[in-house]
Each structure stands twice: as structure tokens, then as C-alpha cells.
């Protein structure tokens, strides 16, 4: 009888088996969405904690063809007022925070590794958190035990919940995140993580791709 009771055990894992490839599909299908975009623009507001500290990253990201870049972020995390203004369009770049400007860096990625990792963390780790920046995404922050969850409404949206982690191999650390999906556009509407030291949700008020944007929003501004 023990093949017998080694086959309910097979039958019984089939369905959640099934549900994580389907959870995983379904996030693979919008990670690669965001990766391929010929343009992104994302509108979002990032609520972190990491121990005992509370602060908000907020903004817009444009990024379009050509690593053209402009990211208009405000933190309490940013010196001088809090505000930083960055713009690059392939040949020349731009900082501003407070009324400081830079023309050097140390700058955010461009262009296909900035939606590579504003799709993989989300925007404002994608932005400002220049540890990932040089990182082999794929490589070093493979993606694990997939887990389908329910259909719900943000808003007027309906949208399908996707758990998983993300181990980083680079300090061993492994993350819990979810990842809120639109079922009509396969885009995130939300995000949320939780680390060893930190947690944090992100919501998107706009997030699109493959729109056309205005070549004046990668201006660099004169001296």
C-alpha cells in the first residue's frame, strides 16, 4: 500500500505546484513587460522602514530610448530641502538637489538597468539605492517559491496578489515580497517587501509604458 500512499502525496502537491507556476508566470510576464519598455513612466509614493527609522520616498520617473532618464524625487532622505531633480540624455547629465548642481556623479543607472531594477525592487529602490546598481539583477537576486494569491480591488482596479522572494546573494539575505498585478494592463499597483532589517510599501498612482514622451522632459537645463 505504500506506492498507493506515495501517490496521494503526488496528487495532493499537484495543485500547488500548479498555482506556483502560474504565480510565477504571471510576475515573470510583467517583470518582462517593464524590461522591455521602449519608455516608463511611474508615478509612486514608497513608505520604508529599516529598524526604527520611518521615511517616505515619493515622485516620477520618465525613462525613454537612448538612456534618457529624469527622475523628480522627494525624500526627507535628500539634503537641502529635500527635493533632487536628475536628468540624463545619453550625451550629458544633470543634478540638482536643493539649489546645488552637479554635472558629475555619482548618478542613478540609465536606460535598460533602471527598468531592470525599478521591475525587479521597485522605483525607489531602483532609483537611490546604488548597492543594486551594478549588480546582475538575474544573477545575484534570484527569485523563489512563488505563491498565487487572491484577486482583489486597489481602487477601481482588480488586481491578482503574487508572493514570493527574493534572495540576494551577494549577503545572503532573503526578502518577502508581493506584488500587487493589474489584471488588464500585467502592470504593478502596488508593492511591498519585508527584510531582515527593514519593510516597506509602494503604491503607484501612474505606471505605464510604450507611451510617448516629450523629447523637452530630457532637457538639461542651462548653466
Known amino acids: 500500500m505504500r506506492w498507493l500512499a506515495l501517490l496521494v502525496l503526488i496528487l495532493a ?22 524590461r522591455a519598455a521602449k519608455s516608463l513612466v511611474v508615478e509612486f509614493n514608497s513608505q520604508h522602514t529599516v529598524d526604527d527609522e520611518k521615511f ?13 532618464t529624469r527622475l ?7 539634503e537641502l530641502g529635500g527635493k533632487n531633480l536628475i536628468v540624463t540624455n545619453g550625451k550629458s547629465k544633470y543634478a540638482k538637489v536643493g539649489n546645488i548642481v552637479f554635472y558629475e556623479g555619482p548618478f542613478p543607472p540609465e536606460g535598460e538597468v533602471l527598468l531592470a531594477l525599478i521591475a525587479r525592487f521597485g522605483a525607489a529602490n ?8 551594478t549588480a546582475d539583477v538575474d544573477k545575484d537576486f534570484p527569485l523563489k517559491n512563488f505563491k498565487l494569491g487572491v484577486k482583489e480591488m486597489v ?20 526578502t518577502e515580497m508581493t506584488v500587487w498585478i493589474d489584471t488588464k494592463t500585467q502592470l504593478p499597483l502596488k508593492r511591498a517587501e519585508t527584510g531582515v532589517r527593514q519593510r516597506s510599501t509602494e503604491t503607484y498612482a501612474v505606471f505605464t509604458v510604450d507611451s510617448k514622451l516629450d523629447g523637452k522632459l530630457f532637457d538639461i537645463p542651462p548653466k
Do not use: C
Open 126 to 133: 531602483g532609483a537611490m539605492e546604488q548597492r543594486i546598481a
Open 72 to 78: 523628480d524625487l522627494e525624500s526627507e532622505l535628500i
Open 13 to 34: 502537491a499537484l495543485p500547488a505546484r500548479a498555482q506556483e507556476g502560474d504565480a510565477e508566470k504571471l510576475y515573470r510576464a510583467m517583470e518582462n513587460k517593464i
Open 155 to 174: 481602487g477601481k482596479r482588480e488586481v491578482q496578489v503574487v508572493q514570493f522572494q527574493i534572495q540576494n546573494k551577494i549577503i545572503g539575505d532573503l
Open 56 to 68: 517616505t520616498i515619493k515622485g516620477t520617473i520618465h525613462i525613454a530610448a537612448g538612456n534618457k
